[in-house]
């Protein structure tokens, strides 16, 4: 299965997720895997959680004079001889990608990892005009060879195996090879080296950019960030407004925990500080640097009720240890993010009716917020989502109807005084010895568990003994 | 003399409905601990399950009548995380009147969840109660990470004679109910819950236990219709005297 | 087409209708990160064993190879020893002044190829050329802008003679370094990365790369794999005595 299909309800998606076996063993042993990665990191690490705590305050600082750091790091990368553009939307980032491809003869272009490229769906607006996009992360190359979308933010095949990937291998680049991640790795290496030395244009995210100085960070494991940036002759760096910090000393607050959170690596292999096109004297680098900066909904929410989601540094971390994500993976959401800021992040990009479903997601365990590097409140967020949907009367009217009803039995006591004799009447036929294991209207329910009857005297009815029995 | 202790119960309407003896037990428990007990009449709900699914205006109209009836409480004890977590937490921000919000977040000051209650307040890890066999923990989401409370319950289970506490296997792990999200995505959550009852299974304990109502409907449901010998019970009952089969 | 006018009025509109969520500062930075990037220095030049120490441990925990030696004269035979191991012989370089010091003649007495990085500017054919001699060299050889001990990490500045490629296109990254390259943490690599800022050394490049062990990936089934795109292997060389002043 690759692309999610929207017009297929999400709880059908997720069902089908969950009847994928090699998908359900993979996500088992992978977000196992990255809880405890993650665990071992901070536990060896006491100044983990004040770190947290500054670069939470870092992320809400940023924002609070956005503009200004967004106007120090616009002219610094001028003042190196970078470009920077404007993009209000998905598709005028693509129109700026395309233009500055065409303008410079690019006919291949070699991309990092880069979250915010799949968002504005730029691989398919590249090939539509002849540009042949080659994605350089391994799990990335693997997705696009298999046509599919990534099904976690850093571990994009983590729902393939290798059995699957020779074979992908065998079919798309027509060389057969043992069903081994080391002799499939070398193989993708030599692929991909290729494709780097012969590429006119490399395109990038940007996992921060630093205001003062206006850098641009690269956080990889395999080196291809390095590779994308120093051997085609353009670069281009796709980049949210949020993604600015201030400083080279806040940078290396987020460094020091953000490998922690995603791999429980105290540092990615590479993290590669980029300013601007090479300099006079060096051997390697772009003629031109472009840096986009991307709206595509984060600015409305600046005063929105998604704000804290803009300080997302995209580790992945809230994923693993999410019981929904852990259960269906990431194309079952649908959308380019999954898992819990995924949510949040769909409903910033595509509004509160793409997540009409999605804000459900959740059994509001909070285990994100646990483990986020910034502190995000997801759960808050999601409960906020919730509160719109109604609010806008987004979410079914039968259900409305059901939580207006609940919520007049709850603030009378006389209706919920009322409701219990009500209830045991009718669950009459379907109750035996306390328990219910069918009844309509809670067939979700009990087709899987059984449900307790209304206790044939409730704790208020029995009040009043217990009262006497304590006087 | 000193002069008792005074808490008010908040039953809470799942533990009204569906498991009035947890109320119970909790009753007698504080008694026996000298603590007198009172019930305000009338109160219903705390209003979280209209909160959590977005309802807001509902959710305060019902939370602020429960601050109306615990005014006069000296403690508010409630047998469940979640709830307790909804007036400390949730319920102040939700109150428009400034008047309501002020008395509820004087409310939140004096509302504890009961194993809080019991180690906290009365400073009692020991209990009487005694029981056979061994016990695994759940911890619910609510208490765990709402009210940052894992250590209360694991020692009054600890000081429990005669009874064995096991780890349970990724006990800070959702159940899966949340609330509508057990029948919103039934499926999922069956199969978090299927994973849980593996690690429940795999302790060998005779019960788990638990602090919050809607854990116990997913934990016990799920018990009952697999037919397992393992029972999902409330701390309350076990304090009480209840005796799980070795 | 959005104007940066039009960009940034947006932002401050939105901007305007909210205080934030709470009250925030940024990381308090180091007002003359030079005065306090010499004093560090001067620090660190009493702990260096230390965090040599500690440095080892750590790179050695993401799969570098550590090596030791007197000086930098010693440097050619490990080199050398490297390369023999593996059986090839080409090798790509930082220019001699990069470096601190002209091994070139050394390593070609010990068998090996060795191609040098020219400083200055060079015509792009010959960029190109050059290029290619690193993409099919067996060994890159360079120095080290800093050493840091908490991670076990390798700063690596590109620059005039001495290119990023270097450290990232053969399969065998060797990197060269004396305790005045040492550093304990992230924290005090941010003073220096805050001090290169203000006052940019001549030649100075476009990239800056934290190089922490050989290239890897989990992304086929978790299992690691190590040389994805960057080295398989990176040696770090430690030369007792100083080879910068």
Redesign the interface.
Known sequence: MSEADLSVPFRQRAGGAMKDAHLQEALTIATTKFIGLRREAFADFPEGERLRDLAREIKEATLQSLDRYLEQLIDNVERLGGHVHYATTAEEARRVILDVARRTGARMAVKSKSMATEEIQLNEALEAAGITAVETDLGEYIIQLAHERPSHIIAPAIHKTKGQVAELFAKELKREVAADPEVLTRLARGELRDKFLRADLGITGANFAVADTGSIVLVTNEGNGRMVTSLPRVHVAVMGIEKVVPSMTDLMVFLQILAKSATGQKLSVYTTLVRGPRRAGELEGPDEFHLVLLDNGRIRQLAGTLREALYCLRCGACLNVCPVYRQIGGHAYGYTYPGPIGILLTAMLDGATAVTDLAHASSLCGACADVCPVRIDIPKMLVELRRELDDKKLAPWTERLAYGMLARVLASPRLYRWAKPVARLLQRPFARNGTIRSAPLFGDWTRTRDLPAVAPVTFQERWKDLEREGS | MTQALRASLM?T?L??????EV??ST?RLL?RLGV??D?P?????C?Q???????????A??GA?MVELFKDAEHVVVPSGSCAFMLKHELPGLLRDRAAREAAERLAGRTYELSQFLVKVLRRTEFTASVAGRVTYHDS??LL??LHESAAPRAILRGLRGAELVELPAA???C??????????????????DKKLKNVESTGAACVVACDAGCL??L???L??RGSSVRAVHLAELLDGERPSP | MTSRAEFLSRIRGEMAKTRGLFPARTAPRPAEPRAVAETLRRELAERWPAALERFRREFERVGGVFHRVGALGDVPQVVAGISRERDVRRLVAWDAQALGGDLLSALEARGLDPVAMPPGEVPGAERARLRQVVAQADLGLTGVDLAIAETGTLVVRSGAGRPGSTSLLPPVHIAVFDRTALVESLGQAGVFLEAWHRAEAPGAGAVVSFITGPSRTADIELTLTRGVHGPKEVHAIFVETPIHD
């Not at chain 2, 533990?15 to 009035?20: I, Q, T, V």
């Not at chain 2, 209209?50 to 509902?58: P, V």
């Not at chain 2, 899966?176 to 819950?193: A, K, W």
């Open positions: 039953v309407c533990g009204d409905m569906f498991f009035p109320g119970v009753v008694r007198s007990v019930f009449a009338g109160q219903t709900c209003g399950p209209l909160f959590n699914s977005g309802y807001h205006a509902g959710a109209r019902v009548r989401c609510h990470r709402g800070d792990e959702c899966g109910f949340g609330g509508s999200f057990s029948v919103r995505l039934p499926e999922v959550s069956s199969q978090i819950l409907m997913q016990g449901g799920g009952r219709r």
